[in-house]
T-cell receptor
Framework: EDQVTQSPEALRLQEGESSSLNCSYTVSGLRGLFWYRQDPGKGPEFLFTLYSAGEEKEKERLKATLTKKESFLHITAPKPEDSATYLCAVQAVNSGYSTLTFGKGTMLLVSP | DAGVTQSPTHLIKTRGQQVTLRCSPI?????VSWYQQVLGQGPQFIFQ???????GRGNFPDRFSARQFPNYSSELNVNALLLGDSALYLCASSRQGQAPYEQYFGPGTRLTVT
């Protein structure tokens, strides 16, 4: 069974204080790993897709990296508007079509 | 371009009733997936449809059903509602039915069962 574990469950940062969120996964074969941002009561917003170990993607203050067992979402000099829940999801080789298996998310709060 | 749209935004039903949720994918996307998200959890896969055919089904009871129309829009039906069906129901669209294409989510429908 595919599993995704995100840590920490919640993270509180001061504005400008950089940190990283972790996503560890167990799948029989990875097709892709996805990061989403979700604001309260809204649908997840797509951020990144990573396909193979060693791959990195960047967008503004966010940088996602991937190894064979985990992915990190690095947040550099965060701002209050980065406050949200960040979700990690995997798509496995044996998942048929586009099924995503999600973790529970990391709730990030950035204080001014 | 318009994103994924879902209707209604909010819905309140009583136990035992039936509900239909609707989704319109991004223009050009032929695949639609449905997810259930309960408070404090990540989304859980319910169904995927591609070219009007069911291509994947999650671990949900037969009370849950869905269909996709020729214009690629989709409906999710839930019969005999239980209190535990209260959740945010998310629709996601992607270009094709096969991995690993990114899925883009709609704003969701908040269902409350009393």
């Amino acid at each position: 069974e595919d599993q995704v574990t995100q840590s920490p469950e919640a993270l509180r940062l001061q504005e400008g204080e950089s940190s990283s969120l972790n996503c560890s996964y167990t799948v029989s074969g990875l097709r892709g790993l996805f990061w989403y941002r979700q604001d309260p009561g809204k649908g997840p917003e797509f951020l990144f897709t990573l396909y193979s170990a060693g791959e990195e993607k960047e967008k503004e203050r966010l940088k996602a990296t991937l190894t064979k067992k985990e992915s990190f979402l690095h947040i550099t000099a965060p701002k209050p508007e980065d406050s949200a829940t960040y979700l990690c999801a995997v798509q496995a080789v044996n998942s048929g079509y586009s099924t995503l298996t999600f973790g529970k998310g990391t709730m990030l709060l950035v204080s001014p | 371009d318009a994103g994924v749209t879902q209707s209604p935004t909010h819905l309140i039903k009583t136990r035992g009733q039936q509900v239909t949720l609707r989704c319109s994918p991004i223009s050009g996307h032929k695949s639609v997936s449905w997810y259930q998200q309960v408070l404090g959890q990540g989304p859980q896969f319910i169904f995927q449809y591609y070219e009007k055919e069911e291509r994947g089904r999650g671990n949900f009871p037969d009370r849950f059903s869905a269909r996709q129309f020729p214009n690629y829009s989709s409906e999710l039906n839930v019969n005999a509602l239980l209190l535990g069906d209260s959740a945010l129901y998310l629709c996601a669209s992607s270009r094709q039915g096969q991995a690993p294409y990114e899925q883009y989510f709609g704003p969701g429908t908040r269902l409350t069962v009393t």
